[in-house]
């Protein structure tokens, strides 16, 4: 870990003076903290039912902070229906058209409504910045509407599970421009740490299994591999501010005050 370590505190460096630059010193807080993550925001479909009018208001001063990296996890379970469907799904839409406005990517969380969800997508478009599938654990068929349109594909724990030969199958076809790992912390733990509470360091373990999928065992191939997972990461979500949020800074300060 400590190589990681070492280029985490070279990329929050280098974030740190951009925020500077870009927003110069006096619109920092007096001893600014480095972000050590940059974190999502949005309505899970689970609570699409307390979503009004003011709770997005309240969303949208939160996505104005440049820390913020993507709008997320919305999108649509029907497993759990928390939330009617019908509620679900109008939420999705606004949320939807609030990325595009924002020029954020989409964290998605879906659960038994992919088609559901890809109509939706379809109909209002896919958000320019990006789309990402999160903790994706089903098969290349379920896969290939969402690969074909263009999307980010995250794998956790599930795709190191013994059973999980279709999951495994689907991640072959995710074109490495477009791969990421994800912890879905606290669940969904990977092998062989199953039964331990799941956290950002069992990446490693998914991380490793997407290596052997894609037949990057060992050496240089491995490594430029894991590599190229670091920058997929870095590429989608580590992103300067967006224009929308440089001009909605302000409201971040009343947010906080
Ligand atoms: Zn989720």
């Known amino acids: 870990m400590d190589g990681w370590r070492a280029q985490a505190a070279e990329r929050l460096a280098a974030y740190a003076q951009a925020a500077a630059e870009t927003y110069g010193a006096a619109a920092l807080p007096a001893n600014p903290a480095v972000p050590a993550v940059r974190f999502i925001a949005g309505c899970h479909p689970h609570n699409a039912k307390d979503y009004d009018e003011a709770a997005e208001a309240a969303l949208l001063a939160r996505l104005a902070d440049p820390r913020v990296a993507a709008l997320g996890e919305i999108g649509l379970d029907y ?116 039964g331990m509470i799941c956290g950002p360091a069992h990446t490693v373990f998914t991380a490793a299994c997407l290596a052997e999928v894609f037949g990057c065992v060992s050496g240089a191939d491995r490594e430029a591999f894991l590599g190229r997972l670091w920058e997929n990461a870095h590429d989608l979500l580590d992103r300067r501010p967006t224009a929308w949020q440089l001009a909605h800074a302000t409201s971040v300060d009343e947010a906080r005050s």
Not at 93 to 101: D, G, K, N, V
Not at 152 to 171: H, M, S
């Open 79 to 194: 497993h759990y229906d928390f939330s009617p469907r019908d509620v679900q799904k109008d939420v999705f839409r606004r949320q939807l058209r609030l990325a595009r406005e924002c020029g954020l990517p989409v964290s998605l969380h879906l659960r038994e409504a992919h088609d559901d969800a890809y109509r939706i997508l379809c109909d209002e478009g896919f958000p320019p910045a990006g789309t990402l599938l999160h903790c994706f654990n089903l098969d290349k068929q379920v896969l290939a509407p969402f690969l074909e349109a263009g999307c980010f594909i995250a794998f956790g724990g599930p795709v190191t599970f013994k059973a999980a030969d279709e999951v495994r199958e689907a991640a072959r076809l995710v074109p490495l421009d477009r791969l990421l790992t994800e912890t879905d912390s606290p669940y969904m733990t990977p092998e062989p740490m199953r």
